[in-house]
């Protein structure tokens, strides 16, 4: 066994689990820290892919500004366990079930496929910073200023859904 | 060390994405909580792009990382709507459980 696959199962059951508690835990807040670890060790599966550009920008994206803004709405609504309801137990039976069946489903599919076996290796560099913006800017061009129009109109939006309406009076 | 994934194998990784992605279903299935379901769909969301990278270096090609680029935007202004959305209706109802929204139906 070397040391990467070593690697990758600790941090795909980093993963798993945190993926699980944030789940499980009855406090919003310690869902979001258990969602942090989550994708730091994401970011992680990212650097041992060799994808340096996507790790920082998951990091920046995700664990920095995603995370603070769940946070910050979690304590704007001061929530805690003791406004937590629970779903009908029926509901959540329900739930376990079709997920091991999704699970069971999709995994005895993956094992009978047949195993990959040829990894083919031409030496060119496809995913270093400079690679992936010449990328972005030549044949992406297009996307790419579109996904700037979109965070653009989403941040009016937020502002606008926000935004205390004033009393009629 | 020329390729990672003569090391790990690609199928580690379909099962690790899958995994993950079963448990962001089971989130939405399983919590009553907005904020708790709105947390699944971005577990959802990055089961999907860990998957386009690990192929992206399977097939040696740049695309895949591009496209997960475009994804990440998308999560990020369909986290800062959903949240807005999330605020104002904790303060017209009062709780943010899935079950109260029901008179959003037409």
């Known amino acids: 066994m070397s040391t990467v696959l070593i690697l990758f199962c600790v941090l795909s059951a980093i993963t798993l689990l945190t993926a699980f508690l944030t789940i499980f835990s009855r406090n919003p807040i310690h869902s979001a820290i258990y969602l942090v670890i989550c994708f730091f060790s994401i970011a992680g599966h990212y650097l041992l892919l060799n994808a340096q550009f996507l790790a920082i920008v998951h990091i920046i994206v995700y664990s920095g500004a995603i995370m603070i803004l769940l946070l910050f709405t979690i304590?704007?609504?001061n929530l805690n366990e003791a406004d937590e309801v629970h779903k009908p137990r029926f509901t959540r039976l329900g739930a376990v079930v079709s997920f091991c069946l999704v699970c069971l489903v999709l995994i005895k599919i993956f094992i009978d496929s047949?195993?990959?076996?040829e990894y083919d290796y031409t030496g060119q560099d496809y995913q270093s910073i400079k690679v992936l913006g010449k990328a972005l800017l030549n044949e992406y061009m297009v996307p790419f200023e579109f996904a700037s129009i979109l965070l653009l109109v989403a941040m009016i939006g937020t502002v606008l859904l926000s935004?205390?309406?004033k009393l009629e009076k | 060390m020329n390729n990672i994934l003569t090391q790990i194998g690609i199928e580690n990784y379909i099962f690790l994405c899958v995994?993950?992605?079963?448990?962001?279903i089971f989130g939405v299935l399983y919590r009553r909580n907005a904020i708790i379901v709105f947390m699944s769909i971005e577990?959802?969301?990055n089961a999907v792009n860990l998957l386009f990278v690990a192929f992206s270096t399977y097939h040696q090609d740049t695309q895949g990382q591009v496209f997960v680029f475009f994804s990440m935007a998308v999560a990020a202004a369909e986290v800062a709507v959903g949240l807005a959305i999330l605020v104002s209706i904790f303060r017209n109802i009062g709780?943010?459980?899935i079950d109260n929204l029901k008179n959003l139906k037409g």
Do not use: N
């Not at chain 2, 995994?19 to 962001?24: A, D, E, K, P």
């Open chain 1, 75 to 77: 304590m704007l609504m």
């Open chain 1, 163 to 165: 935004k205390k309406e």
């Open chain 2, 19 to 24: 995994t993950l992605f079963c448990v962001g």
């Open chain 2, 95 to 97: 709780s943010i459980s």
């Open chain 1, 114 to 117: 047949k195993p990959i076996v």
């Open chain 2, 43 to 45: 577990i959802m969301l």
